[in-house]
């Protein structure tokens, strides 16, 4: 990680969970990591136990001028963007039969148009600054594989993960493309221990089968932290080894992860 210290990485939803657990670590790596998030208070504090190596700024990947302000401001204060780790994304079980369009919209606004926009903005100031960088999108395991079991609780959140997986590859050959130098990179997780993590948990099993063998309870979990070693240990690699995909699953993960 030495190559990285004193580079900038931005991290969206670093309010909580993956995003919080990610900003700290890359901080302790001696990273400039600049916090967005919509929640301005958690992130203040976040940045204020920091000591000056974590600095937020208020986002809301969902409204695009929200987006282009956050990286105005990274340029004016930091110089660019060196990192981009897009964590920032929301989860609802509601369905595809009948199911409510505003929270389909809600999904892939956040997950897949905000994400993009993030892309966009966050590759602008890469390619100034040299046309080097690194991106990361954080996906999941059912952005590649749906289980059939499962399917009917998870309503728009597959096909926002698929969405993810797609374009992550569509990137990185546009990048290809061109010659750039920048780096893109899909992390795929299992579940997670977080509060998205246990909705998402909760609502499979409120959905289940009675005859469905399951365990109920969160063992398995990854956890946060687990993510955010991820997260560094695809930064470490040399200069000349891109990770473009990686699935990670808890050694130990539930009956029903085993689908995936």
Known sequence: MEKWVGKVAVVTGASAG?????????????????????????????????????????CDIQNEKSVISAFKTIEEKFGGVDILINNAGIFNSSGLIDGSSKSWKDILETNVIGLSICNKQALRTMRQRGDNGHIINLNSVV??????NLAQSLGMYPPSKFAVTALTQMLREELRA?????????????????????????????????????DKTPAGYLSAQDIADTVVAVLSFNLNVEVQELTVQSSQRVKQVNAY
């Open 143 to 148: 952005g590649h594989i749906v289980p059939q």
């Open 18 to 58: 993956i995003g919080e657990a990610i900003a700290k670590t890359l901080g302790k790596h001696g990273l400039t990591v600049v916090a967005l998030a919509r929640n301005e208070d958690k992130i203040n504090r976040l940045s204020m136990m920091s000591k000056g190596k974590i600095h937020a700024i208020k």
């Open 178 to 214: 061109i010659n750039s130098k920048i780096k893109v990179t899909s992390i795929s997780p299992g579940f997670v221990h977080t509060d998205m993590g246990l909705e998402a948990f909760t609502a499979i099993f409120d959905a289940a089968k009675p005859d469905m063998d399951v």
